[in-house]
């Protein structure tokens, strides 16, 4: 079983539509995790840390569920400038990072 | 977060040639990264540049294929040697940092194709 695992997609969804993902990892020990976007022949960029409690920011809402050991996205009012690939990372020390999941936002 | 340097950001190498990467950190950093992302996979630690000591090589990587150095706080660079067409990836430099110390953030990358 890999260490962290995302549905590859795409996921293509016309604008406004809400769309989650999940990010599955196998270590329980594992300590922070994050989401990140990459931009196609681009760098991963930050998009935000995940806690506990679940956390959100403008149309973004992480979610961590540590006993079933998955992490979610979910992004309301999709817009174009969202298409890109939405990397899980999980911090266990070392920094272990999904496939990456491709959302295409459609007009 | 800190700005992170990386040259040079493409380049077009001949098999069996090795090729240097440079890391340009603006500002002090404990913990340097570097990784490997091959076309249509996710990213993979290479290695963690230690200051002043040999870098830390993770599974599947030495150092005799990707020498790295880390003089000092601010700077690595990463050489991949006697490159084959299997080493066409993107490197990227990354440093860890962030409110709580514990986020990492990548420099623009170094897109390698070898022919």
């Known amino acids: 079983r890999k260490e962290v695992e995302q549905d590859p997609g795409p996921f293509n969804v016309p604008e406004g539509a809400t769309v989650a993902f999940n990010c599955t990892y196998s270590n329980s020990a594992s300590q922070s995790f994050f989401w990140y976007r990459q931009d196609c022949r681009k760098e991963p960029k930050l998009l935000m840390s995940v806690y506990s409690s679940g956390n959100e920011d403008g149309r973004f809402t992480a979610q961590l569920n540590r006993a079933s050991q998955y992490i979610s996205l979910l992004i309301r009012d999709s817009k174009l400038s969202d298409s890109a690939t939405y990397l899980c990372?999980?911090?266990?020390?070392?920094?272990?990072f999904g496939t990456g999941t491709r959302l295409k936002v459609l007009a | 977060s800190a700005v992170i340097s990386q040259k040079p950001s493409r380049d077009i190498c001949q098999r069996g040639t090795s090729l240097t990467i440079q890391c340009q950190v603006d500002?002090?950093?404990?913990?340097m990264f570097w990784y490997r992302q091959q076309p249509g996979q996710s990213l993979t630690l290479i290695a963690t540049a230690n200051q002043g000591s040999e870098a830390t090589y993770e599974s599947g990587f030495v150092i005799d294929k990707f020498p790295i150095s880390r003089p000092n706080l601010t700077f690595s660079t990463l050489t991949v040697s006697n490159m084959s067409p299997e080493d066409s990836s993107i490197y990227l430099c990354?440093?860890?940092?962030?409110?709580?110390?514990?986020?990492?953030?990548f420099g623009e990358g170094s897109w390698l194709t070898v022919v």
């Open positions: 500002s002090q950093v404990t913990m």
């Open positions: 990354s440093v860890s940092g962030g409110p709580s110390g514990n986020t990492i953030y």
């Open positions: 990372v999980v911090n266990l020390p070392k920094y272990i």
